[in-house]
């Protein structure tokens, strides 16, 4: 079983992608993939050949407001694209296609 995960940045107050956010998978606390998203918004592969399990994905988002977003998945086998939805004082996610 494997578990592949990408993701990408909205900035819905601009209505365009957001470039350069970092954003890290952690499990247990514990970094294990990192990267900025592109001029398109996305990291298309933050990190593959993963165990199913729980993770935490952290976004540093350019917003005034939300200094970094964590959100807390259970991944199971496959893969999961998690985007991020961000304005100045919102944020959303969902789990995509």
Sequence with gaps: MTVSVSTHVLDTAAGRPAAGVRVELARQRVV?????????GRIAELA????????????????????????????TEGHHHVPLLVSPYGCASYRGS
């Excluded at 935490?56 to 959100?71: G, K, Q, Y």
């Design 32 to 40: 294990i993939a990192s990267g900025m998203t592109d001029a398109h």
């Design 48 to 75: 593959r050949d993963l165990e199913p399990g729980r993770y935490e994905l952290m976004f540093w988002p350019p917003s005034a407001f939300f200094t970094r977003v964590e959100l807390e998945v259970e991944l």
